[in-house]
């Protein structure tokens, strides 16, 4: 039962263009949503993250959408560069004043960036 | 201040043998969590140590264990080794809550 979906495994964009990575969560108790990004041999770096109570949270060229009505979020990078080239990971906590303790993130599957030059 | 630091990086078992994987958090950080990450499953929860008490578990069988110390240092066990556990399992620690955590580099686990 894979509670965050990233059903593009791979995105392939040209630089300087937008790039959109697209997420979609199940579980209703997700109130808080981050996006990692991972380059190989190395462990993932936080990158951005959103609140439930947002809709838009933005950071330089990167800017998470939530939409909590369609359990969906989506990461635009403008404008990509080369360097964006990495697997991308959204993941969801629940809220921490849910209750139970069931308290821990939960990852997508990631989907591989690559920005052409 | 030094990163989440995991040893050994690379590591070759063979089938029923045992692992044990180590991880230092950065300094301070009380609460570890451990990942495996494989191609066609992505990031996946193993546990979660916060001073020294698992308080989270994932969906793994229990040939998968772990601790934490009173320094936060914390390990990772895996015994009677299957060919499917080869992945890269991953470390991560954070002060308080889960959601801002820093992670390691991973150990790479190859199981012939």
């Known amino acids: 039962d894979q509670q965050v979906k990233q059903n593009s495994p791979s995105l392939s964009v040209q630089e300087g263009r937008i790039s959109i990575l697209n997420c979609d969560y199940t579980?209703?108790?997700?109130?808080?949503f981050l996006w990692y990004k991972k380059y190989p041999a190395e462990g993932p770096t936080f990158l951005i993250s959103?609140?439930?109570?947002?809709d838009k949270n933005e950071d330089g060229r990167f800017t998470v959408f939530l939409n909590k009505s369609a359990k969906h979020l989506s990461l635009h990078i403008v404008p990509s560069q080369p360097g964006d080239s990495a697997v991308y990971f959204c993941a969801a906590e629940p809220s921490r004043y849910s209750g139970g303790s069931n308290y821990k993130l939960t990852f997508g599957k990631g989907t591989l960036l690559t920005v052409n030059p | 201040k030094a990163g989440v630091t995991q040893t050994p990086r690379y590591l070759i078992k063979t089938r029923g043998q045992q692992v044990t994987l180590s991880c230092s958090p950065i300094?301070?950080?009380?609460?570890v969590s451990w990942y495996q990450q494989t191609p066609g499953q992505g990031l996946q929860f193993l546990f979660e140590y916060f001073s020294e008490t698992q308080r989270n578990k994932g969906n793994f069988p229990g040939r998968f264990s772990g601790r934490q110390f009173s320094n936060s240092r914390s390990e990772m066990n895996v015994s009677t080794l299957e060919l499917g556990d080869s992945a890269l399992y991953l470390c991560?620690?954070?002060?308080?809550?889960?959601?801002?955590?820093?992670f390691g580099p991973g150990t790479r686990l190859t199981v012939l």
């Open positions: 991560a620690s954070s002060l308080e809550v889960v959601s801002r955590q820093f």
């Open positions: 579980n209703s108790m997700f109130d808080y």
């Open positions: 300094s301070g950080h009380r609460s």
């Open positions: 959103i609140s439930s109570i947002k």
